[in-house]
Nanobody, 117 residues
Framework: QVQLVESGGGLVQAGGSLRLSCAAS????????MAWYRQAPGKQREFVAR???????NYADSVKGRFTISSDNVKNTVYLQMNSLKPEDTAVYHC???????????WGQGTQVTVSS
């Protein structure tokens, strides 16, 4: 299994920026994909962005052009740079690790992002 710890959430005004971090430990060698999901109050968890072990990435339509996912393989950390934040981006953001055979390796506990209008 993989342990994931997120950080970097907080309160920001609309139009502002935040950078989330997700530090991975444990069975790092098994990771094929790292992703960010988010869950707003009363809503289902939704996909935000993902990055593969070879560096390719893709995004939800709602965040394209505003969010950027990146990874530091030396630090075993994945980042989510969030720019031009909107109140509808308010949610708990969770980090997720997937194995090379699409097996689930674990979820982080989440970090709260609140965007005020």
């Amino acid at each position: 299994q993989v342990q994931l710890v997120e950080s970097g959430g907080g309160l920001v005004q609309a139009g502002g920026s935040l950078r989330l971090s997700c530090a991975a430990s444990g069975s790092i060698f098994a990771i094929g994909v790292m992703a960010w999901y988010r869950q707003a109050p009363g809503k289902q968890r939704e996909f935000v962005a993902r990055i593969t072990s070879n560096g390719s990435s893709n995004y939800a339509d709602s965040v394209k052009g505003r969010f950027t996912i990146s990874s530091d393989n030396v630090k075993n950390t994945v980042y989510l740079q969030m720019n031009s934040l909107k109140p509808e981006d308010t949610a708990v953001y969770h980090c997720y690790a997937e194995g090379r055979y699409s097996d689930s390796l674990g979820w982080g506990q989440g970090t709260q992002v609140t965007v005020s209008s």
